[in-house]
């Protein structure tokens, strides 16, 4: 008799409409969700490019993946190539899946580690399969069958986040999700508990709730100025505060990866669409002017740019209580880390994932609010981690963003991972973290963070035969990767089958 009936959603864009169609999915016709938003009110709209962990979701909410493709003139993502931020002119790749094959206790990268001690000369990138097929144009989907060297693969999308909110609002509206025009004038309260009980909009409709989901981006109207939860401030360890995008016409191939190139006040993104470019530079305001940081931009399009420049403006951090009372904040309502690792779209999904497992009954038990908070706050804190250090290993660059990242002082859980991978090339990560060993592998060699030696488990292995299997490793990676398919003709196959 105390279950939560009406579920209110403030805000649509892509973190709303994921929302609403995930909460119609779990809980069909059991749950009334309406949903307010106002067309008048621009959404970001250039959360692009994702991580692997978005076929979760995809499968969660039922949506054909050749139909998906099709609809958000999406293409493949196999990871992220950073050009000039281990030092200008280098270039590294970091893969989605796996380096290697399990060989046997030891964890493949200490053999790595101990055959480059043996004199081994194949670099890391010799071992990636994502890799090499990202730098031939080509693409495959990974196989289960262990023995297969695909089964070591991962893959995410670039998509249109317009057009993915909007195919999401489909599938919503179709399962009886149920949509309010108009934008939110007053909030109504509860006088005892504090919990919001009504929305009531400028055009006169009043929305009543029981359970409230802010998506109301940047202004985090319900989280952040109604229930009054504080935002951690992150900005000096992740300076940019600022972003310029603008499209542009696409001109070849469509590549298989996002780039992101090192600037001077910050960095820029390139996310390739069937239809269209993605470009973004993300820079620190204190640094270089809006004006300067959009000439730079355009300079730097491989083809015609397709809209005029839009700004956005931000702040890394996030709210540690973004659950409070009957309040829960998805998206950029709750805080906000730079896309450098393409990790926006994922933390909707995540703050999602928590809410449903946690979905509480009509007083909102602030246990399940307290475990919500502590289980964002692990996904946060280590993703935060994970960008500062792409940030402090650099060398090379004296402009002033890069000379403060390098002297900066490290948050302890940084450091100390730091200090294991250093000495012996332990990867200590808590089992929750987001990015798992490969993710670290290829940040931590590809900015110079290279191990000095390698862990004592790998002196069990025989130094000769350690080195014979490498080398078969690497030239089974060389050999598939020009017979698998071009990108774009494995988007085209995919899109033909959908139709």
């Known amino acids: 008799m105390n279950r939560i009936a009406r579920v209110v959603i403030l805000g649509g864009g892509t973190a709303g409409w994921m929302t609403a169609a995930a909460l119609s999915r779990c809980f069909g016709r059991s749950l009334r969700i309406d949903l307010v938003e106002s067309d008048a009110i621009s959404t970001v709209g250039v959360g692009e490019a994702t991580i692997p962990t978005i076929h979760w979701f995809n499968e969660l909410v039922g949506l054909d993946e ?45 053999h790595w580690l101990k055959g480059r001690a043996d004199g081994g000369q194949h670099p890391l990138a010799a071992f990636s399969l994502a890799t090499a097929l990202a730098e031939a144009n080509r693409f495959a989907k990974p196989v289960a069958d262990p023995r297969s060297i695909l089964s070591t693969l991962g893959y995410a999308y670039h998509f249109d986040a317009t057009l993915y909110a909007g195919h999401l609002r489909r599938l919503a509206e179709a399962a009886g ?19 919001v009980t009504a929305l009531a909009t400028e055009e006169g409709a009043r929305i009543e709730g029981e359970l409230f989901i802010d998506c109301s981006g940047f202004k985090a109207m319900l989280i952040g100025e109604t229930m009054d939860a504080a935002f951690q401030d992150w900005s000096h360890w992740l300076p940019c505060d600022r972003a310029v995008a603008a499209p542009c016409a696409r001109v070849a191939e469509t590549t298989p990866y996002t780039r992101s190139t090192l600037r001077p006040a910050g960095w820029q993104w390139r996310i390739p669409l069937q239809h269209r470019t993605g470009n973004g530079y993300v820079y620190a305001s204190a640094l270089v002017s809006d004006d300067e940081a959009a000439a730079t931009l355009l300079r730097s399009l491989d083809g015609d740019p397709l809209a005029d420049p839009r700004f956005l403006r931000f702040k890394a951090g996030f709210r540690r209580e973004s659950w409070r009372g009957n309040v829960v904040a998805i998206g950029l309502s709750s805080g906000f880390l730079e896309p450098l690792e393409s990790t926006s779209i994922h933390l909707i999904q995540s703050g999602i994932a928590k809410l449903i497992t946690l979905f509480p009954d009509r007083d909102c038990d602030p246990r399940l609010a307290r475990q919500f908070n502590t289980l964002f706050a692990r996904d946060m804190d280590g993703i935060r981690d994970f960008l500062i250090l792409h940030y402090h290993a650099t060398e090379g660059h004296d402009a002033p963003l890069w000379r403060q990242a390098r002297a900066m002082a490290l948050p302890d859980t940084l450091i100390d991972k730091l200090a294991h991978y250093r000495r012996s090339g332990r990867l200590m990560l808590t089992p929750d973290e987001l990015f798992r060993e490969a993710s670290w592998l290829a940040v931590l060699e590809g900015q110079g963070v290279s191990a000095q030696g390698y862990a004592p488990l790998a002196d069990t292995l025989d130094p000769a035969q350690n080195l014979r299997q490498l080398n078969d490793i690497a030239s089974i990676i060389a050999r598939a990767a020009p017979m698998l398919s071009r990108h774009d003709a494995a988007i085209g196959e995919l899109i033909r089958s959908a139709r």
């Open 177 to 195: 999700v149920i949509r309010h025009e108009g934008k939110v004038a007053t909030v109504e309260r509860d006088p005892e508990s504090g919990f």
């Open 66 to 110: 050749a139909a998906f493709v099709r609809a958000t003139q999406a293409s493949f993502k196999l990871g992220i190539e950073f050009v000039d931020w281990r030092r200008p002119g280098h270039r590294y790749f970091h893969p989605f899946g796996r380096y290697g094959v399990e060989l046997d206790q030891v964890p493949f990268h200490q």
